[in-house]
């Protein structure tokens, strides 16, 4: 990957990968490494990131049974809550020179409509490139875990505090296409996207993170 210069311009990074794949975690120790270094982190979700995306994170997540979102609308409403955090609240803050960490984007639509779902690829290569106006990130991590693991993870979480969502409980051949997805997307695009294993230990993964992203820029 090549050095990209930074100094005192935003940088737009995102995580990518399966439910359960650590992204969250790896986002916090992220921004613990970046804050000390004087830089603005701003981390934040799709669906989500304002009060709109949060709305529309309750409906493609929760709703199910007869109220559960059909894929024409579930790919409309991921669209629309990107469009809303991209202008209102992304753009922004690259603009002031911080660096924006998302979990997820418009990667996680190729990879779950597109490819799993199975809806027209240049349709949805023509959404992603509407509803980001343009904008792409700087560096994505993919965080690879198997379909088993999340699985077990998931379950994990549930014996806790945790409702499995309406994505969460696809199919394990729905998962293994998600991640057969994404590691495309690392493939055709390797100067943007690094894939991690997941099922090393947080550690682990957060160092190679740190190193990536050390790598990536100039000035960090
Ligand atoms: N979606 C989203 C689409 O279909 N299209 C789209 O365009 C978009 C934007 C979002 C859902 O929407 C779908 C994808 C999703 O199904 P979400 O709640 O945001 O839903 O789901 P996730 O983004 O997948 O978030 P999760 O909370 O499920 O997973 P994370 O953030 O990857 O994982 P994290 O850090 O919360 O960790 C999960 C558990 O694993 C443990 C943690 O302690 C935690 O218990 N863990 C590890 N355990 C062992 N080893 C490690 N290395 C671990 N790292 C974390």
């Known amino acids: 990957m090549k050095k990209k210069h930074v100094k005192g311009k935003g940088i737009f990074i995102t995580f990518e990968g399966p439910e359960c794949a650590g992204k969250t975690t790896q986002i916090g120790l992220l921004k613990d490494f970046l804050v000390p270094m004087g830089r603005t982190v701003v981390t934040t979700r799709e669906p989500g990131g304002t009060e709109i995306g949060e709305k529309i994170r309750q409906i493609v997540k929760h709703l199910t049974g007869r109220d559960a979102v059909v894929d024409e609308a579930e790919i409309l ?41 199975g809806i027209d690829m240049d349709f949805v ?71 991690i294993p997941a099922l090393q230990r947080i550690e682990e993964i957060r160092d190679q993170v740190r190193e990536a992203v050390r790598n990536a820029f100039e000035g960090l």
């Open 77 to 117: 409403l991921f669209a629309a809550s990107r469009a809303q955090h991209v202008k209102t609240f992304i753009m922004p803050a690259l603009a002031q020179g911080a660096i924006v960490i998302s979990d997820r984007y418009a990667d996680s639509t190729t990879a779950y409509q597109g490819y799993a779902r």
């Open 125 to 195: 290569e023509r959404l992603n490139s509407f509803a980001t106006i343009g904008l792409r990130p700087d560096i994505t991590f993919v965080l690879d875990l198997p379909p088993e693991e999340i699985e077990k993870r998931a379950s994990k979480r549930q014996e806790t505090l945790f409702v499995e969502d309406r994505i969460e409980s696809e199919k394990i051949e729905f998962h293994r296409k998600v991640r057969m997805a994404f590691l495309e997307i690392a493939r055709r695009e390797p100067d943007r996207v690094v894939v």
